[in-house]
């Protein structure tokens, strides 16, 4: 009976990773996402007047051809100062860099009513730097302004989107990519936040797998280390306060559904080892009460 137990976790476990390939969003946004009573509680700082001098080598930075895709920090910092890569992967690099330089940041997600599960949305970097802080949009190689006053996480969450029409830039240079169509009313979305103690998780244990398992990092190993950080809990979380919750839940109606998924095939897989390592104790117990139990089965 244990046996065939076992088969069919296997068996689900399966279904559930050949999906997860097929499209990673559906479980990791899914699994990410984690209530806040407000998500401003992230941010307790006056909005700086001024660009914080950590950010000068900005003014330098082109965008390039390179997908700079890593789960390594190391890596991710370089992605950033080279300008490789999408807007995820310019703000992990950005974040790494801050941190190294001894700036506190969050990752700010704008987490798109249009498409969340299709891998849509947009990427920033709040930079909280001590009694201050600001957005930064590196892959816009640009800081957003609005009422001619530069943005931080409250005042994102403050405005109206009609008002982030009238959302402008400071620009480092001129070599950042087009990123109007992210702020303003055409573009709904609601605000995600990743605290940096979340990313620095997740980097202690991507480094471990890298190790372990040292392939070359492609798109395809990503989601490998990736699906294996989510079975240990590893995947930083994405906060989201709960009015924005509950428009997400409005416009995706099978949310509660993928989240129940994407946790089902983190718990199937440790109740197949939990079974695994269980199985020759109980066939021990088994035949130590019926010497005819493997004649039986």
Known sequence: M?????LILISLQIVLTSLYFYNPFLFLRPFQLCVSSNIQTFDNKEVSSHIPSVLNPMKFIKSQNGSGVSVLKEILEKSFLQGQGDCSTQSAGLGVYLKNRGEDYSIIHFLPLNGLFEGNGHTIVLLQSKNTSILIDPIGKSAPILHGKFLNLNMLNK??????NQI??????DFGTNIRQYYGDKFPSEIGVVPSSEN???????????QICP????IFTKKVYKGIAALFFSLPKIYVDNSGFKNLEKTYPHLYFLIVISHIYVINFWAILLLIVLFPIFNRISKNRNPNFYKNN
């Open 168 to 173: 402008s830039f400071y620009k480092f240079n």
């Open 2 to 6: 244990l046996k065939k137990i076992i």
């Open 159 to 164: 405005f109206s989107r009609n008002e982030f």
């Open 215 to 218: 392939f070359e990092e492609t």
């Open 200 to 210: 620095d998780k997740f980097y202690k244990v991507s480094a471990l797998l890298v």
